[in-house]
């Protein structure tokens, strides 16, 4: 997965949840991090690299932001 990648949480409930949608943003020791806008935030989440991996249900990659390439 390439840093800048857009998922979206099939398993966070409700369109208005801010972890829906996020983009990846690497990991770090075990966990696969990222940010999502909750509001007009942008907070820090992040995942077991091995659920982010193996998970295919969950978590689902539905485009990429080169934002990170841009700054």
């Known amino acids: 997965m390439k840093i800048g990648t857009i998922i979206k949480n099939n398993w966070a409930g409700g369109k208005n949840n801010p972890s829906r949608f996020f983009i990846y943003t690497g990991t770090k020791g075990r966990f696969a991090t990222g940010i999502c806008l909750n509001g007009n935030r942008l907070e820090k989440i992040s995942f077991y690299k091995s659920a982010l991996k ?9 485009g990429y932001s080169d934002a990170f390439e841009t700054m």
């Open 54 to 62: 193996e998970e295919k249900e969950m978590f689902t990659e539905v």
